[in-house]
């Protein structure tokens, strides 16, 4: 019998898949989708990420969206300051950046057309690249290739693994972003995971008819400690373990050092060499993680040996 810390933990179903999920559309005139990535495809700055009648259409990073054409002449931008410094960090230019198109902004898209293989203009019509908050994965394509585009051209991801939980609200309290979870992958791996983000909404699910009314739940999203265990897993099923209560220095013992008894309590044999006795217990909380459960009685003291099966 020790003295010890036990968990109290609760088995929720979550989702294993990539944070965000953007749709990308062209913005360029209509024209014939000639070229895409695959899903599962991670497309990282400065690389092609579709291609328009036989023209690449490449991907910078910025949280500004596209709305007009970049070229020199136009009034000054955000947008500009935002396509500049992907242009330095490509390594196409090494101008200081700012707001202004100017003829080194000209010089430094005509490299990265060069790049792309597209025609050196030194301009980027509408169309003709996409901002996008981070790298992305492609998830699925919304238009086929060989047919004709002018909208949707695919989804996207973001390359960052996260579990999400629908947590019920009335578990709010006990999980924090920062807090530790575990993660039981498909084919058994237990893996530790960090609560990233915790919902403030709370969704209602929608059962059907004469369906017993669920509880309201709010969206826990977790990222796996070691995210190369996962692989490129996405939108699999998975269980979470969640803490919801905590003892500490409370007696416990290994659980299969309990006997059920036909009165339905339970009890443990000590050992006091030679004897063996019995002692009646009364079990606590249990921790599922180190296999120990609390235990309570008024022969039950810490040191105290206890016999349980051989394995």
Do not use: C, K
Request: aromatic fraction near 4%; charged fraction near 20%.
């Amino acid at each position: 019998v020790a003295r010890v810390d036990l968990a109290v933990r609760e088995q929720l179903g979550g989702i294993l898949g990539y944070a965000e999920l953007w749709q990308i559309e062209h913005a360029g005139p209509p024209g014939v989708l000639t070229g895409a990535p695959q899903p599962g495809t991670v497309v990282q700055r400065g690389q092609p990420l579709y291609e328009v009648d036989g023209r690449a259409v490449g991907l910078l990073l910025g949280a500004r969206p596209v709305w007009r054409e970049l070229a020199a002449g136009i009034p000054r931008g955000e947008d500009i300051r935002q396509l500049e410094r992907n242009l330095v960090d490509l390594g196409y230019s090494s101008a200081a950046v700012d707001d202004r198109f100017t003829e080194a902004s000209v010089v430094a898209v005509r490299r990265w057309q060069a790049r792309l293989g597209v025609p050196r203009t030194g301009r980027l019509p509408l169309g003709s690249f996409v901002f996008a908050a981070e790298p992305l994965r492609v998830a699925t394509l919304d238009t086929p290739v060989g047919a004709r585009i002018g909208g949707a051209v695919l989804r996207a991801t973001s390359t960052r693994q996260v579990v999400t939980v629908a947590l019920p609200t009335a578990r709010h309290g006990s999980v924090r972003p920062g807090g530790a979870v575990q993660v039981t992958l498909p084919g058994g791996a237990r893996v530790p995971a960090t609560v990233a983000t915790v919902g403030r909404v709370a969704v209602s699910a929608e059962g059907q008819p004469g369906s017993p009314v669920q509880p309201p739940t709010i969206t826990v999203t977790a990222t796996l400690d070691q995210p190369d265990v996962a692989g490129d897993l996405d939108q699999a099923p998975v269980q979470v373990s969640v803490v919801t209560d905590e003892r500490r220095g409370v007696l416990a013992v290994p659980v299969t050092a309990l006997v059920a008894e036909a009165s339905g309590g339970y009890e443990m044999i000590a050992v006091d060499e030679p004897a063996r006795r019995r002692i009646a217990v009364r079990p606590g909380v249990f921790d599922e993680t180190s296999g120990l459960v609390e235990v309570s009685g008024d022969e039950v003291t810490e040191g105290l040996l206890v016999e349980v099966p051989v394995r």
